[in-house]
């Protein structure tokens, strides 16, 4: 894999919209050719007996299972609302009709 050159240093700054100074180019430059380069020996590595995960760890479901339980009172539900009108939070309308 080659060194990123200026031009392309320049191109991904304008695609992350950054203005870049040219000591930044340059710094660019050097440091995300070396990234570029250390992930390129990933692809020395034998994974052939590896199979394809979508997580590096064992994921599981942390949720409660889910159980049907009777409603809260309605009473219960409104009782710290400032506003309520027919059963209702009132809150302030953010769209003009």
Do not use: C, G, W
Request: charged residues 25%.
């Amino acid at each position: 894999m080659a060194d990123l050159t200026r031009d392309d240093v320049e191109k991904i700054a304008h695609l992350a919209r950054l203005e870049l100074t040219e000591v930044e180019k340059v710094l660019y430059q050097t440091q995300l050719s070396a990234i570029l380069h250390y992930a390129e020996r990933l692809n020395e590595l034998d994974l052939d007996d590896v199979p394809p995960t979508a997580h590096a760890i064992s994921q599981q479901n942390v949720m409660r299972e889910d159980v049907v339980e009777p409603p809260l009172p309605m009473e219960d539900v409104l009782f710290n609302a400032p506003q309520t009108a027919q059963n209702q939070f009132v809150v302030q309308a953010i769209l003009d009709e």
